[in-house]
């Protein structure tokens, strides 16, 4: 099902909002509903030594694409999501310059709740698996966020 009018503000109001992604130079697209690609670049600002990448960067992207792919199958509905719990397993360190890019999929929808994967990796490096995740979000009224309907 393609987004409706009502989805496509929402999300572009979502996008505006979203200052701690900004903040952390990420980016994402919804490809389709249901699946979406959230990138980042890593740079100076998002190491932990003089050589590698924090893991709290990788479970801020993680945490973004897991809820972004959630938003584009709810957004529809004019409902948002918060993120209840999620997993995620580091299989490899990342440094600046990386090019990391993340893949969502729903696993299941409810009427409220939904089971999203993940996987990251870093695209410059031969696709290199970076990260892997599920999470659990509750979905709810976008205006109960803030959101303008």
């Keep these: 099902m393609a987004l409706t009018q009502g989805a496509l503000s929402l999300i572009s109001q979502y996008q505006e909002q979203n200052h701690f992604g900004k903040f952390l130079e990420m980016s994402f697209k919804i490809l389709n509903e249901g699946e979406v690609e959230y990138c980042l670049t890593i740079n100076k600002n998002h190491l932990a030594t003089p050589n590698a990448g924090h893991g709290g960067v990788i479970a801020a992207l993680m945490d973004g694409l897991l809820g972004v792919t959630a938003l584009s199958v709810v957004a529809n509905d004019l409902k948002v999501v918060a993120t209840v719990e999620f997993k995620i397993n580091f299989f ?14 729903i696993e299941q929808k409810g009427k409220r709740i939904l089971i999203v994967s993940g996987e990251i990796v870093a695209t410059n490096r031969n696709n290199m698996k970076i990260a892997k995740a599920t999470g659990t ?7 109960k966020a803030g959101y303008k309907i």
């Design 137 to 143: 979000f509750n979905s709810y009224p976008a205006e």
């Design 92 to 105: 490899n360190p990342f440094f600046e310059g990386d090019e990391l890019c993340g893949k969502g999929m």
